[in-house]
């Protein structure tokens, strides 16, 4: 929802292109995970350890909000554009969150599934 809200600020606001795409870009992948881990498509498809993807998507998201909303924050073209870069900033506290909670409750030794072999 805070990716939503940062995405319709900044589209609100008429600010910098780049500011909204990777609001929008960061709103699409957070959907997709989230239907991915809805549906259990998760394990249905183990060609990708999932968590990890979810882990390296957290982190660099956070990275890239946090030049562009920083960015957004100093320019402050207008009310919306502020308020865009705040809310990003927030956002980027939750990518690193998320992170950090997936990274507690994975253990790359523990086992997948059936399909892993028993210790």
């Known amino acids: 929802l805070v990716a939503l809200a940062t995405l319709l600020c900044f589209a609100a606001s008429n600010a910098h ?8 870009l960061e709103t699409v ?8 881990y809805l ?26 909000l946090l030049v562009v909303c920083l960015f957004a924050i100093i320019v402050k073209t ?23 909670l997936l990274c507690k409750k994975i253990s790359l030794d523990k086992a997948r599934g059936r399909s892993a072999p028993a210790k």
């Open 78 to 100: 207008n009310k919306g554009t502020l308020a865009g870069g705040v809310l990003g900033l927030i956002l980027l506290v939750l990518c690193l969150v998320d992170a950090v």
């Open 17 to 24: 292109e780049a500011y909204t795409a990777l609001a929008g």
């Open 39 to 64: 549906l259990r498509l998760d394990a249905r498809m183990r060609c990708l350890f999932w968590p990890l993807a979810d882990i390296f998507n957290s982190v660099i998201a956070a990275l890239f």
């Open 29 to 36: 992948i957070t959907l997709l995970f989230l239907l991915l």
